[in-house]
Structure formats: C-alpha cells, structure tokens
C-alpha cells in the first residue's frame, strides 16, 4: 500500500529546479509501506536506470561492549566480504558482474548502509543486500584480512595530527560516555573481537524496529513495496536497546597540548551545543554560519585568515548526536602562530555573544542558505541520504517543502539570543597538537 502519494514524479534534475525557486513547487516525497508493514521513503526518478538505496539502523559504535570498541565498524567492513552460499572473492565477483555499489559504514548513532544498481539487476541487487544483512559468512581470511587493514589504519592515525587532535577532544569532552570512544576501535580491542562479537552484533543490531529506509530512482512504489519484504523481511522484529544516556560535554575550557614534532599544529575546539529537536536549532544554524560556518564569508575565516594570515582555513560546525550536542571548529596553523590564532578565536566567540549579528549580515546568510539547499541535491544517493536522515531525526515526510521556510524565519532578535545563551568562550576546550609557541596545558595526555 501507498501513503502519501507524490502528487508529482519529479526526476532529480527537476527537483533539483524546484526547490531553485522562486517559488519552490511543492515536493513531496511517498511513503511506502510494504505488505508485511516494512517502510521506506520513496523519491521516482525515470530519468536514468538507475536505483539507489540508503539504510541506516538506529543504534551504531556507542553501542560496542566496553573492551570491543570497533566491533561495528569491523562488521561495517565484512559484510560484503561472503555472505549466504558466496564467499568473499564470488560474492564481490557478483558485485562487479552487476557494475554494483554496495557499501556499508558505522557511526556513533548508526550502522548503515548505501546500494546503487541499474534497474535491469534491481532484483539481483536486492538480493545480495538480503544476504549481506541476514547470512554474512565471516570466514577466516576476510575477518583476518579485514582486521589487519584496520589494524594498520588505526597505527597510521596514531602518527596524524588531525586524527590524534580529534580523539583527544573526544575523550576530554565524553570521558566517562561512549561517545569518547573511537569508532574504528584501538589496537587492543580490534583484537579481541571474535567471530561471535560479529555475529551476536547482527542478531542484536540489525532489526526492522530500528531501520530506516530512503529510495530514489526507476522504481515504482508497489515494486519497491514487494522488495522491502523480499529483502529486510527475514531481520528480527526487535533490536536490542539501542539507547544511551543523555550527557553534557565536559567543556571546562581547558587547552590541552600533544606534544608532535610538526611543522604545523593541528587545532581543535568545542564547547556545548544544540541538539536537533531544540526549538532554537534554527537560529543557532544561522549564527554558526555567521560564526565559522560560512566558508569564505564566516567571521572567523575574515578575521583569521583575510586579515591576519594565520591559518589556510578555520571553521566551526554545529555537531548534534542523539545523546549529546557539541559546537566544534578547528584550524591548522605554523607553531609560532598558534597562540595568536586561538586568541582571535575566542575574541570572536565573545563578541558574536556580546554584539549579536547585524541586520545585513543576517539577510545576506539567510539568502545564501536558502538559494544553496538545492546544491544537496546533486545526485540520487545524496537525495536517498537526506530521506533517512530526516526519518531519523523526525522532521516529516515534507519537510523539503518547510525547509527554507524554518531560515526564512530565524530573526535578528533569535540569533541575538541564542548566541547569549550558547557561545561560551570560557568553556571553549581545545586540542593542539604540534609544538606550538606560548601554549601550554595543565597536564600532557
């Protein structure tokens, strides 16, 4: 059955027109819901046969057993690796026959996934995905291949500024939460992941109750309805819980340095953010763009990089988990001009607080943020994309359509006022990795 019927197919390019406006036509996305009740989020597009799906599964490496970090980003790499009857090398053999993309990926909130195919091998692509999530194999020499390629991954990252800058802050803003955890796992953790971590995570993790599923392309709602059975129906009706428990990030300002013999430090900094539901997201979008957001227009790459030279590129970025919510930016720069660039930082993060934004400023980035949402649309796997993370984040099925209507409406009075309540410089806690002149931290991690 169908709900919510598109009252018109329009293929990526036209959408892509549509939402250009002005005035944007009304988009509307299907709901479609299988026979056995399975649901997906459905945008046709006969422009091209092709089809792409994305998933994703509520629940990702926060989840990993205490001493198994990894354990979701392994499984993430191994499913595509044998499953059912195929073993590694003829089931990737399939994929190539099919000139087919099947990707999957972990995250702190999810595991997921990506299948891009021609619409001739819809169904034989649908199949593999059945497999892949219901019978995967792990056989001996893939895990231990795959899990050597980690394993040289995780050495490589223990020697890259940005890497250790971004684990760093993670751990000393979550230390006592999952979240402070590395997704790809440590040395000793991928380690100790067996073959019956693999397998207990997907009995445990991969569930109807917690997917969520976007399509875009040459297919129809009722033959998508028949492979949404055809291919999810086998998982279990429930995942195990999935929850984790709220927690505020350890943002006391602290400046910690890791010592590195570099040219050139890496820096990281975040405070408190603002979650996705918050009645205030809206403004606090539109004063991150201002702030650090906005590219080669944002305050801070003006007064950073236009004005004094500092660093080739600063920004920030609102960063939002389920659990959990940071305001984080970052900036690379010459040793010696660290310490001058993390001072007009946090001049910048106070006077944004204490002076608010100008009316000009505000319109000049409500109409860039308007007129460049139709630049996301550039492709069917970036549109499938959008359609599970606006499931996931439950904003409705036409929230394409109120969208702009959200920035249209943020005013100088809102940014103003949430700029108060959010920009902390005091609790701004950064990470330098380097040998930067004239900083210090209380203590070396």
Not at 91 to 115: K, V
Request: include cysteine.
């Amino acid at each position: 059955m169908i709900i919510g019927v598109l009252r018109r197919c329009l293929p990526a390019t036209m959408l892509f027109m549509a939402l250009l406006g002005p005035p944007a036509q009304a988009i509307e996305v299907q709901r479609v819901v299988s026979p056995a009740g399975m649901e997906a989020w459905l945008f046709e597009d006969h422009t091209n046969p092709i089809v792409a799906l994305r998933f994703a599964f509520r629940g990702g490496a926060a989840l990993d057993p205490m001493g198994k970090e990894g354990l979701a980003d392994l499984v993430s790499s191994l499913l595509d690796e044998g499953a059912g009857e195929l073993d590694s090398q003829a089931f990737q053999r399939r994929l190539e026959d099919m000139a087919m993309t099947l990707r999957f990926d972990a995250g702190y909130d999810t595991f997921g996934g990506r299948l891009r195919t021609l619409s001739v091998n819809l169904d034989a692509a649908f199949d593999l995905l059945r497999l892949a999530l219901t019978r995967p194999r792990f056989d001996d020499e893939p895990v231990a291949r795959i899990r050597s390629q980690i394993l040289t991954m995780i050495r490589r990252n223990l020697e890259d500024p940005d890497v250790i800058a971004s684990r760093t802050l993670r751990r000393t803003l979550f230390p006592d939460h999952p979240y402070g955890r590395p997704v790809m796992g440590t040395e000793d953790s991928v380690k100790s992941i067996a073959a019956a971590d693999l397998a207990r995570f997907v009995k445990d993790r991969l569930a109807r109750d917690n997917l969520v599923i976007g399509v875009v392309g040459d297919i129809g709602a009722d033959q998508l309805a028949a492979l949404l059975d055809k291919t999810f129906g086998e998982l279990p009706g429930q995942a195990a819980p999935w929850q984790l428990p709220e927690v505020a990030p350890t943002a006391t300002g602290r400046t910690i340095v890791v010592r590195k013999s570099v040219p050139q430090s890496a820096i990281l900094f975040a405070q408190a953010g603002i979650k996705r539901d918050d009645k205030d997201f809206y403004p606090a979008y539109v004063m991150n763009y201002i702030l650090g957001g906005g590219g080669f227009t944002s305050r801070l790459y003006n007064e950073v990089r236009e004005k004094r030279g500092l660093a080739y590129s600063v920004y920030t970025t609102l960063s939002p988990m389920r659990s959990s919510a940071i305001l984080q930016g970052g900036a690379g720069t010459a040793n010696a001009r660290v310490a001058e660039t993390l001072s007009v930082v946090r001049a910048e993060w106070r006077r944004l607080a204490t002076d608010g934004v100008g009316k000009a400023e505000l319109a000049d980035t409500k109409t860039y943020l308007t007129g460049s949402f139709p630049l996301r649309f550039s492709s069917s796997g970036r549109i499938a994309a959008i359609l599970v993370a606006i499931q996931l984040d439950n904003l409705g099925i036409d929230f394409l359509e109120r969208r702009n209507g959200y920035v249209e409406a943020v005013t100088q009075e809102a940014v103003n006022r949430v700029a108060r309540r959010l920009l902390d410089a005091k609790g701004l806690t950064t990470v330098v990795v380097g040998q930067p002149e004239g900083v210090s931290s209380l203590r070396q991690p």
